[in-house]
T-cell receptor
Framework: DTAVSQTPKYLVTQMGNDKSIKCEQN?????MYWYKQDSKKFLKIMFS???????INETVPNRFSPKSPDKAHLNLHINSLELGDSAVYFC??????????????FGPGTRLTVL | AQSVSQHNHHVILSEAASLELGCNYSYGGTVNLFWYVQYPGQHLQLLLKYFSGDPLVKGIKGFEAEFIKSKFSFNLRKPSVQWSDTAEYFC??????????FGPGTRLSVLP
């Protein structure tokens, strides 16, 4: 009964490769998010997305792109991976993006290591 | 823009000691406040949240937090910590129409 799931849990790859991380939520939520957690545990939002609007953090390189085949999925595609992309990436979801009282539910994270 | 600061980077306590983790935010409007916990190797889980009403909020596992509007603070407390409370603790803030903003986190190490 995992609410927010991510695959893979670990991803090790070479610089320059393209990779994707998948996220699925079974909570019926309208909005999904991607966060990056760096080695110092600092959490930074990358994207928030519902079926109407994609909000991109302006500091995110355009090598990163979210792709949502349907409301329950928000995958993260990364082109031309760089060493600095190594981090833990968390997917999250919330009921809406309008109600600021909505709690965000987090996935287990994907640890990406770029060699 | 909102920002969140957490006073302590790393807190080390012995079991049964009392805990208080500081959280301050900067935003002039109405905010909603959250504390999340991240146990080693795990994802973030909600400890408690404040939206309105009683400024003293009780969460899971014996945690509580107090919202003090005049101080822009939302400190997390627990009267007696256990070894299993060892984790990273994140304060987060959001306001209507804005994204969550997380603080930098406080690592809590509880010595048995």
């Amino acid at each position: 009964d995992t609410a927010v799931s991510q695959t893979p849990k670990y991803l090790v790859t070479q610089m320059g490769n393209d990779k994707s991380i998948k996220c699925e939520q079974n909570l019926g939520h309208d909005t999904m998010y991607w966060y990056k957690q760096d080695s110092k545990k600092f959490l930074k939002i990358m994207f928030s997305y519902n079926n109407k609007e994609l909000i991109i953090n302006e500091t995110v390189p355009n090598r990163f792109s979210p792709k949502s085949p349907d409301k329950a999925h928000l995958n993260l595609h990364i082109n031309s991976l760089e060493l600095g992309d190594s981090a833990v990436y968390f997917c999250a979801s919330s009921q809406t993006s309008v109600q600021s009282t909505d709690t965000q539910y987090f996935g287990p994270g994907t640890r990406l290591t770029v060699l | 823009a909102q920002s969140v600061s957490q006073h302590n980077h790393h807190v080390i306590l012995s079991e049964a000691a009392s805990l208080e983790l500081g959280c301050n935010y900067s935003y002039g409007g109405t905010v909603n406040l959250f504390w999340y916990v991240q146990y080693p190797g795990q994802h973030l889980q909600l400890l408690l949240k404040y939206f309105s009403g009683d400024p003293l909020v009780k969460g899971i596992k014996g945690f509580e937090a107090e919202f003090i509007k005049s101080k822009f603070s939302f400190n997390l407390r627990k009267p007696s910590v256990q070894w299993s409370d060892t984790a990273e603790y994140f304060c987060a803030v959001n306001a209507h129409g804005q994204n969550f903003v997380f603080g930098p986190g406080t690592r809590l190490s509880v010595l048995p």
